[in-house]
């Protein structure tokens, strides 16, 4: 499980490979907490529920990123870990559970606001394990 | 109708041709699906740094949307983006074209807006670690939840609707602010019934911030004076003090373009278009989802106007307390205000033939010659202010709207330096102090919200803007009118 960054000029181009379709979100996840902020800085004192859905695979992760980048950002919470299922019926859906603290800018090394996810080069793969690319408008 | 684009993802050898200085080609080549040429504006240095990346792949994917004019544009300080590049018009027929939320980007009405003041060099220099402090403090970054107003949802309705004249009702400002913005600040059909809950939970907070990345003020001073005649229209004396700011619509901006990429991406099936890049999402200009995407854009217009009028009314109660006068004894009036990030329905020659087209400039600026009817009254004879900020620690221009830019790019010029660098490198090869050492050299002084922003904001990751401006000034579609430097900087 691991994300890497691409060259990109002015955004943020990342590729995540890991073992199967939960661990990919989560380690998606880690990647938008880790270009907003220093996400080992951040204790697990308070938790905020949120969810994300989709059509398909690239709409979720497109509302998933959206989703993290909100609580983030707007509600300002930083985030240190996240309990979360998908589920598949009609669409999907991801119910989560946020565990951190309130958004410290100095005391978390707070970096950049994320402005939106983007449908830009987005690849869902799912062979031999799960393979993501995306980027981050910054 | 019904199309079918196919676009490549891959980055195929670019040779464009040389069609007269500063000036190339791409051919339109139908088997990529494009249906007009690319024409970039650059010198040789700017289109070699163009070709390393995919800006002109991107150029490529544009010329290939249904109901694009004449040709694509890169500007010259043109750059990757994702989907649209950064630096780049695309004009679609009003009636057969598309709009695309891509088109104008996540940071809708991102733009930036200079005042003047009668303050000089050294009567600021004495006090400069005082001001940019005192500035720091009072422009809210919004970042987190903690906002500088406290907005109700009708109040919001208001602010969508009025732009700059709800900030100037409500004590930001004065008229004459309103009257030398483009589309003095506010634009008639927006619709804040367009707006989704939760591009409304983003705004809410956020109007009267100034965000990180790549957003900031910046104390300047008239350094050079190219046009007398312009120059003193806009009230701008070599070796005066100048405010520059920019910033734009914010979380409520890029909510705005998210929620309407997804309609538009989910409503292409229904009108036939078919791209292999999502990002590109666009629907008939003139179809329901067309007009609810722009009257929602044009909200967020209207938000950034706002927004930049309440930060300009935050720098001079700034400069108020810190130089012991009024804003009105300082005579900081507001030189013009431009948007960089936009789409709107414009009369152009084409072939001869005026026609209505969706313009859309993503990291492109307006710039309208003199006498046409959409420059403000005070400019109208000369033509519209232009304002192309460099990166931090380097210099930014005033330039002046000129005729062939009607001919050759839409009425549009750059909108900055334009990166060469990524984020990433930046981090890697600078370190904050090695980045403030080198602007304190300078006489700079900064402060900034986050450490890594002043890192991945280096003067070395942008490119040369006196480089960019001169293609502009050379093409005749924006010329040199004062040329400013940075004395202090605050970012987000």
Redesign the interface.
Known sequence: MSYK?L??????FVEVNAKDLKEAFATTADAVINITLDQDKVEEKNQKEFSANGKDL??LL?SWL?EIT?VL????FAIRRIEFDIVQNDEYKIQAKAFGE??D?QKH?????I????????KIEQKNGVFMRF?L?? | MSQRVILPLSMPSITPKKIAENQYEIEADSNLGMKVPVRIYANDALLQKMLTDRTIMQAKNVASIPGIVSHGVVLPDGHEGYGFPVGGVAAMDAKEGMISPGGVGYDINCGVRLLRSNLTEDMVRSKLKELVTDLFSSIPSGVGSKGSVKLNHSQLDEVLTRGVNWAIDNGYGSSHDAEVCEENGQIDNADPNKISDKARKRGLPQLGSLGSGNHFLEVQKVSEIHDEEAAEKMGITKGTITVLLHCGSRGFGHQVCSDYLRVAEQAMEKYNIHLNDRELACVPNTSEEGESYRTAMFAALNYAWSNRQMLTHWTRKSFERVFNQSESDLDMNLVYDVAHNIAKVEKHKVNGEERKLVVHRKGATRAFPANKEEVPLKYRHLGQPVLVPGSMGTASWILLGQPNSMNLSFGSTAHGAGRTMSRSKARRNYTEDDVKKSLNDKGIFIKALTRDGVVEETPHAYKDVDAVVNVSHELGIATKVAKLVPIGVIKG
């Open positions: 960054f060259d990109h000029a002015t955004d943020a690239r709409y497109f959206e909100f950002i707007t509600e300002g309130p958004l800018l090394n707070f970096k950049v606001e402005k939106a996810p983007t449908f830009y080069e987005m980027l408008d910054l």
